[in-house]
C-alpha cells in the first residue's frame, strides 16, 4: 500500500487537506462549537457532495501505525441484498454483491467490515467471494470477534480461526473485539481478559495475523474509560465508535456521546473509524420540515450528505462505514467522499440546531443491525421499530381521535404496517421473553415497545384514540 504524507500537524495531506492550525485560521476554531477536546476539524480542501465519482478524488486517510492508506469511505458488511435459493431460504445475493464491491473498488473505497454474524452469518463468506476477484494488497478486511452468547476461549478460538477460513486469507487487517460495552466491565473481562484471548490476540498481532488490533463500542461512560485506559498494555491500534451529529452530543439511552468518545481518542491519537454515520438510515428519512431544511442550505446535497460530511470532518477519523446495500446509496456516497467537503464552524453549528430539533420526535432508537433477530417467536423486530420510526418523523402518530388527521394517519398506519411486516410477525406474537434485550447495541427495551406499539395498533383497529 502507498504511504501517504503527513504535514508539521501529523495529519495527511497528500490528499490535499489543510493542518489544524491553518482550519482554525480561516474557519475559527471548531472545538467553540462542538465542546471536543479533539480540537479541530479539518479535511480535504475543495469539491463539492455533487462531485463526479468517475473523477477519482476520493478522499484518504493514513493510518499513523502501519502508514496503511484507507479510503474515507468504508464498506459496511452488514446490510448485503439478500435474495431466495430455490427452496425458499435466504441467502446473499452473490452477483448483486460483487457489482456494489466492483464499483466501489473502481472508486477507492478500500476498506470492507464485516463480522461472523453479519447476514445471518453469511457476509464474511460472500464479501470474500467478491473481493477474492481482486488483488489482496488492494483491500482492507476487518471483521470481528462476535462472541455474544458464547464467550469460552475455544469458542472464541474457534470464531478466530473460522474468520480466517470464511475471508480466504492469511491476515486480517483490521480485527475488532465487537460490541464491547453492553454488561459493563465484568462482561469485558469475562469475554476477553479472564479467558486469554486477549493475550492470544495480541500475539497473533505479533505474528502478523492481524494487522490492527482495536475494538467496537457500545455503553456507559465508566466501561469506555476502563477499556481505553488498557492501551498502556494492549496498544489500540484503532476503535470503532458510532458518531454522527444527533450522538454527538444527544446519545439516547446508555450509550454516550460521540463529542467524549472522539475527545477520549483523539487524547490518546488513537484513530476512530465511523459506525451509524446515519443512525441505519434514520438521519436520511428525517421529517419533512427538517429535511427541506438542509436541501436549503445546501440544494446540491442530499439529506444523507449531510450527516457523512460531519463525520469525515474530524481529522482523526480514519474511515466512515457505511452500510450500502444498494448501488444508488453507494454511488451517492462516492460522490460526497471524492473528495470530502469538510464542514465550516456555521454548518456545525447548524447541524447542533438540527440535532436539537430532531430530538422532539420521539422515535425508538433502532439502527437496524438485526442484533435481535433471529426472534425464537419468528417476530420481525427491526421491521416493526423502522415502521413506528417512519410514521412518527411522518406525522402519521395520532394520540387523539378527535385530531384533525386521525382518520388519515390511523389508515396510513395500519395499511403500512401490513405492508411492512407479515401478520404473523407482529408485535402482538412478543411474549417478552427477553432473549433480544442483551443483544441491542442501542439497549432498546424492546419487550416493552413491542407492547406499547401492539396495544397502539389495538387501539387503532377499535379506533379508541
Same mark, same amino acid.
Given at each position: 500500500?502507498?504511504?501517504?504524507?503527513?504535514?508539521?500537524?501529523?495529519?495527511?495531506?497528500?490528499?490535499?487537506?489543510?493542518?489544524?492550525?491553518?482550519?482554525?485560521?480561516? *474557519?475559527?476554531?471548531? *472545538?467553540?462549537?462542538? /465542546?471536543?477536546?479533539?480540537?479541530?476539524?479539518?479535511?480535504?480542501?475543495?469539491?463539492?457532495?455533487? %462531485?463526479?465519482?468517475?473523477?477519482?478524488?476520493?478522499?484518504?486517510?493514513?493510518?499513523?501505525?502501519?502508514?496503511?492508506?484507507?479510503?474515507? +469511505?468504508?464498506?459496511?458488511?452488514?446490510?448485503?441484498?439478500?435474495?431466495?435459493?430455490?427452496?425458499?431460504?435466504?441467502?446473499?445475493?452473490?452477483?448483486?454483491?460483487?457489482?456494489?464491491?466492483?464499483?466501489?473498488?473502481?472508486?477507492?473505497?478500500?476498506?470492507?467490515?464485516?463480522?461472523?454474524?453479519?447476514?445471518?452469518?453469511?457476509?464474511?463468506?460472500?464479501?470474500?467471494?467478491?473481493?477474492?476477484?481482486?488483488?489482496?494488497?488492494?483491500?482492507?478486511?476487518? %471483521?470481528?470477534?462476535?462472541?455474544?452468547?458464547?464467550?469460552?476461549?475455544?469458542?472464541? =478460538?474457534?470464531?478466530?480461526?473460522?474468520?480466517?477460513?470464511?475471508?480466504?486469507?492469511?491476515?486480517?487487517?483490521?480485527?475488532?473485539?465487537?460490541?464491547?460495552?453492553?454488561?459493563?466491565?465484568?462482561?469485558?473481562?469475562?469475554?476477553?481478559?479472564?479467558?486469554?484471548?486477549?493475550?492470544?490476540?495480541?500475539?497473533?498481532?505479533?505474528?502478523?495475523?492481524?494487522?490492527? +488490533? /482495536?475494538?467496537?463500542?457500545?455503553?456507559?461512560?465508566?466501561?469506555?474509560?476502563?477499556?481505553?485506559?488498557?492501551?498502556?498494555?494492549?496498544?489500540?491500534?484503532?476503535?470503532?465508535?458510532?458518531?454522527?451529529?444527533?450522538?454527538?452530543?444527544?446519545?439516547?439511552?446508555?450509550?454516550?456521546?460521540?463529542?467524549? =468518545?472522539?475527545?477520549?481518542?483523539?487524547?490518546?491519537?488513537?484513530?476512530?473509524?465511523?459506525?451509524?454515520?446515519?443512525?441505519?438510515?434514520?438521519?436520511?428519512?428525517?421529517?419533512?420540515?427538517?429535511?427541506?431544511?438542509?436541501?436549503?442550505?445546501?440544494?446540491?446535497?442530499?439529506? *444523507?450528505?449531510?450527516?457523512?460530511?460531519?463525520?469525515?470532518?474530524?481529522?482523526?477519523?480514519?474511515?466512515? =462505514?457505511?452500510?450500502?446495500?444498494?448501488?444508488?446509496?453507494?454511488?451517492?456516497?462516492?460522490?460526497?467522499?471524492?473528495?470530502?467537503?469538510?464542514?465550516?464552524?456555521?454548518?456545525?453549528?447548524?447541524?447542533?440546531?438540527?440535532?436539537?430539533?430532531?430530538?422532539?420526535? @420521539?422515535?425508538?432508537?433502532?439502527?437496524?443491525?438485526?442484533?435481535?433477530? @433471529?426472534?425464537?417467536?419468528?417476530?420481525? #423486530?427491526? *421491521?416493526?421499530?423502522?415502521?413506528?420510526?417512519?410514521?412518527?418523523?411522518?406525522?402519521? !402518530?395520532?394520540?387523539?381521535?378527535?385530531?384533525?388527521?386521525?382518520?388519515?394517519?390511523?389508515?396510513?398506519? +395500519?395499511?403500512?404496517?401490513?405492508?411492512?411486516?407479515?401478520?404473523?410477525?407482529?408485535?402482538?406474537?412478543? #411474549?417478552?421473553?427477553?432473549?433480544?434485550?442483551?443483544?441491542?447495541?442501542?439497549? !432498546?427495551? #424492546? @419487550?416493552?415497545? =413491542?407492547?406499547?406499539?401492539?396495544?397502539?395498533?389495538?387501539?387503532?383497529?377499535?379506533?379508541?384514540?
Amino acid at each position: 500500500m502507498k504511504q501517504g504524507y503527513r504535514n508539521q500537524d501529523g495529519i495527511p495531506s497528500d490528499d490535499g487537506r489543510i493542518s489544524r492550525r491553518e482550519f482554525f485560521r480561516t *474557519a475559527g476554531s471548531a *472545538a467553540a462549537v462542538l /465542546g471536543t477536546v479533539a480540537a479541530g476539524c479539518a479535511g480535504n480542501g475543495g469539491g463539492t457532495s455533487s %462531485t463526479d465519482a468517475a473523477d477519482g478524488q476520493m478522499t484518504f486517510r493514513t493510518d499513523p501505525g502501519t502508514g496503511d492508506r484507507v479510503s474515507l +469511505l468504508g464498506y459496511g458488511c452488514m446490510r448485503w441484498p439478500m435474495t431466495k435459493d430455490g427452496e425458499g431460504k435466504e441467502i446473499v445475493d452473490q452477483e448483486a454483491v460483487n457489482r456494489l464491491i466492483d464499483t466501489a473498488m473502481e472508486h477507492g473505497v478500500n476498506y470492507y467490515d464485516t463480522s461472523p454474524v453479519y447476514c445471518q452469518g453469511l457476509s464474511e463468506k460472500a464479501t470474500a467471494i467478491a473481493l477474492s476477484r481482486h488483488p489482496r494488497d488492494s483491500y482492507f478486511i476487518a %471483521t470481528k470477534l462476535s462472541n455474544f452468547s458464547n464467550w469460552t476461549r475455544e469458542n472464541s =478460538l474457534l470464531m478466530y480461526r473460522k474468520s480466517f477460513e470464511n475471508l480466504m486469507t492469511d491476515h486480517i487487517d483490521y480485527y475488532l473485539l465487537h460490541s464491547v460495552g453492553g454488561g459493563g466491565v465484568k462482561r469485558f473481562n469475562a469475554r476477553y481478559m479472564d479467558n486469554g484471548v486477549m493475550d492470544f490476540l495480541m500475539k497473533e498481532r505479533e505474528a502478523g495475523r492481524i494487522r490492527h +488490533l /482495536g475494538f467496537s463500542y457500545h455503553g456507559d461512560t465508566r466501561t469506555f474509560d476502563h477499556i481505553l485506559d488498557l492501551h498502556g498494555k494492549v496498544h489500540w491500534d484503532f476503535v470503532q465508535i458510532q458518531l454522527n451529529y444527533l450522538d454527538w452530543r444527544h446519545a439516547s439511552r446508555g450509550n454516550v456521546d460521540a463529542e467524549y =468518545l472522539y475527545g477520549k481518542l483523539a487524547d490518546k491519537n488513537i484513530p476512530a473509524v465511523i459506525m451509524e454515520p446515519l443512525l441505519g438510515g434514520r438521519l436520511s428519512k428525517v421529517p419533512p420540515h427538517i429535511a427541506e431544511r438542509l436541501k436549503e442550505r445546501d440544494p446540491q446535497g442530499s439529506v *444523507a450528505s449531510w450527516a457523512f460530511r460531519f463525520a469525515g470532518t474530524f481529522p482523526d477519523v480514519l474511515t466512515v =462505514l457505511s452500510g450500502m446495500t444498494y448501488m444508488e446509496h453507494l454511488e451517492e456516497n462516492i460522490r460526497t467522499y471524492s473528495p470530502l467537503r469538510p464542514l465550516q464552524e456555521e454548518d456545525l453549528r447548524f447541524l447542533e440546531e438540527t440535532a436539537v430539533l430532531m430530538k422532539q420526535y @420521539p422515535t425508538i432508537p433502532c439502527n437496524d443491525c438485526k442484533y435481535c433477530m @433471529p426472534c425464537p417467536y419468528g417476530i420481525d #423486530i427491526p *421491521a416493526i421499530l423502522l415502521h413506528y420510526n417512519k410514521c412518527v418523523n411522518e406525522g402519521d !402518530i395520532s394520540q387523539d381521535a378527535l385530531s384533525e388527521n386521525y382518520r388519515k394517519a390511523r389508515r396510513r398506519y +395500519l395499511t403500512g404496517y401490513g405492508r411492512a411486516v407479515p401478520r404473523e410477525r407482529q408485535a402482538d406474537h412478543c #411474549i417478552s421473553c427477553g432473549q433480544c434485550i442483551p443483544h441491542c447495541p442501542q439497549n !432498546i427495551d #424492546i @419487550p416493552k415497545e =413491542l407492547s406499547r406499539i401492539s396495544g397502539y395498533v389495538e387501539k387503532l383497529k377499535l379506533s379508541l384514540l
